[in-house]
């Protein structure tokens, strides 16, 4: 099979295909290949608990014994039904292993007993794994990329349906704006917000989610380091900023979601900054943002504003855009990258 993409990978995950008996679950966000891969998993077997049909495997036991995961996508369940063998690899350690095992159930010298599951994270297109699973017939290669502002907005009203709440447009926005770099931490921010609202089991009937609910659930945490470092950069303060990077780092904010809420920042002072410049009020270009600037918050932007306009605003953020291009392609330190350019950012501010 080829790489799967777009509506492939939706038809592919709706349900077991038994004509595919490995499948390369692989990408940059690695909440979502952990979710995926599960979900293939539980085609099969739903307790991962289950010493005889679900058994993991690392690097460290392809290395101890090549043949063994060829021999575990072979082996009979001690208690019958199929078999998951999941294989956790840190990218090419393994590919000639796994490779040798794809080639031998193509060639029908192995007859996999359920199905064989192997995760990595971003892998080239070069990748001897990828090569692998996409020339196969019997295997499948899956990819996870960050999610998109639309697939944060299905998640979300989804998650919230099922609860039956509902969100408020501008509620919604504002999840948009602060989540996506991480499936997993992405849903387990908006399982947060829902048990702040409270499961369906303990409401009297539907609900609904508001602008609100979600700065006093999301916000306070995650948002609010993203949002401190956005503040502090444009804001041009160098002290305020090299706390708000600290605060992030301990928070596990990753370094990409930090550049997306610098991004996101400036994009929002370029709106409303082309409004003024059209003849608009400060507070009228405010409120035609969306999510719009939270009250306590307007001051503050509209002295950025005032900051940031024309030409040196334009420079902000093609800086931005060029950071983003090094630290996808460049093999540098995403980290040192984003990092530097908050700094710059903050620099520019008080020129």
Partial sequence: MVALKGRAIKSFLAGRDKAVAAVLVYGPDSGLVRERSDRLARFIVEDFKDPFNFIELTDADIKAECGRIGDEAAALSFTGGERVVRLRTSGETSAKSVAACISDIDAGHVKPNGLVLIEAGELPPRSGLRKAFEKAKCAAALPC???????????????????????????????????GEDRGLSRAEINKLIVYKGPKGLR??????????????????????LEDTAGAAADGNPARLAAAL???????V???????ALQRQFSRLKLASDNVERGES?????KKLRPPVFFAEQ???????????????DKALRMLIDTEFEAKTTGAPQRELVERAALRLAIMAGR
């Fill in 145 to 179: 990329y960050v999610d998109g502002p639309g697939d944060v907005r299905e998640m979300a009203v989804a998650a919230a349906s099922a609860e039956d709440l509902r969100f408020d447009e501008d509620a919604l926005d504002l999840i948009v704006a602060i989540l």
């Fill in 254 to 260: 990753a370094p990409v979601s930090l550049l997306r």
């Fill in 246 to 252: 600290h605060k992030a780092a301990t928070a596990g």
């Fill in 282 to 286: 400060a507070a009228s270009a405010m």
């Fill in 204 to 225: 009297a009937g539907p609900g609904t989610i508001s602008l609100e609910d979600v700065r006093a659930s999301l916000v306070s945490g995650l948002g609010d380091a």
């Fill in 299 to 313: 001051r503050a932007f509209e002295a950025r504003l005032y900051k940031w306009r024309g030409a040196k605003l």
